[in-house]
C-alpha cells in the first residue's frame, strides 16, 4: 500500500496526499487576513498539483478569496451549501450538507457536522462543515467546531485526525476546540493519529499564535487515550501514516 501523507500549510491548512491525489483544507496563503498576520513559512510551490479543495466554513480565515484565486479554475471545491456565491470564480463547486457526499477521483469526501457558527458580510449564511476522506485509509478533518455526539462512530476505522486546538485569540470559546475538548474529542473519534492545527499561525496584531497548545494536547491525550499516537507537526513539516 503506497504511503499517504498530511503537510500542516499553517492554521487550518492541511495538504492531504491520498491514492495519487492531494486535497487541499480551508487554504490561507497570505501573511494578512482581515485583522491577523501570518508567522511562518508559505510554501505554494505545489499549488498547481492540487486536485481537490475543502473549505469548512465561510470566515475569513477559513475562506479567504484572493488565497483560492492562487488555485486552478477547474479544481473542484467542496464546500458547505449556501457558500457557492463567494466561488465563482471555480468551474467545478459542490455545496453539501451534513451526511451528503461527493467523489473526487478515487476518494470519496463526506461532509460531517460542525458546531460552529460561521457568517459573512454580503454572503448568505451557511452552516460549517468537517469532511471525512475515504480512499485506501481515512482522514478526518474538522473545521472549527465544538464536541458533537456524533463524533462517536464518524469514521471506523480512523486513520488520522486533523484536529483544532487553538485559535487566534486570547480564548478559543464556543464553537472551538482548545486542547482539553480536543482530547474529548480524541476519545470519541477513536484515531490511530491526531494531528493538531489551527495553532501557532495567525494572531492579532500586538499578539503571538498560540504555541503551547499542541503540547498540552499531546501531555492530555497520553492520559486519557495512550493509544492514540499524536504527532505535532510544525508549520510547513509533514508526516506519512
Known amino acids: 500500500m503506497p504511503a499517504a501523507r498530511v503537510e500542516y500549510v499553517g492554521h487550518a491548512t492541511v495538504l492531504i496526499e491520498l491514492d495519487g491525489l492531494a486535497l487541499v483544507t480551508d487554504p490561507v496563503l497570505r501573511r494578512r487576513v482581515a485583522h491577523l498576520r501570518r508567522r511562518g513559512p508559505i510554501d505554494a510551490r505545489r499549488l498547481g498539483e492540487i ?20 488555485l486552478r479554475r477547474d479544481v473542484p471545491v467542496v464546500a458547505p451549501v449556501r457558500s457557492g456565491r463567494l466561488l465563482r470564480r471555480f468551474d467545478d463547486v459542490r455545496e453539501l450538507d451534513a451526511g451528503d457526499e461527493t467523489r473526487i477521483g478515487p476518494l470519496v469526501v463526506r461532509a460531517t457536522p460542525a458546531l460552529h457558527r460561521a457568517a459573512r458580510p454580503l454572503a448568505a449564511r451557511s452552516a460549517s462543515l468537517g469532511f471525512v476522506v475515504v480512499g485506501s485509509r481515512t482522514v478526518y478533518f474538522a473545521g472549527d467546531t465544538d464536541l458533537f455526539d456524533e463524533m462517536r462512530g464518524l469514521a471506523d476505522p480512523l486513520d488520522v485526525a486533523l484536529l483544532p486546538v487553538a485559535g487566534w485569540g486570547a480564548t478559543t470559546g464556543h464553537g472551538h476546540l482548545d486542547p482539553q475538548r480536543a482530547v474529548e474529542a480524541v476519545v470519541r473519534l477513536r484515531p490511530r493519529i491526531a494531528v493538531p492545527i489551527h495553532w501557532g499561525t495567525l494572531a492579532v496584531v500586538g499578539r503571538r499564535p498560540d504555541d503551547e497548545a499542541p503540547e498540552e494536547f499531546r501531555r492530555l491525550a497520553a492520559e486519557r487515550a495512550p493509544e492514540v499516537d499524536v504527532r505535532i507537526l510544525p508549520v510547513g513539516g509533514s508526516t506519512q501514516f
Open 51 to 70: 486536485d481537490g479543495v475543502l473549505i469548512s466554513h465561510v470566515h475569513y480565515d477559513h475562506l479567504d478569496v484572493p488565497s483560492l484565486r492562487r
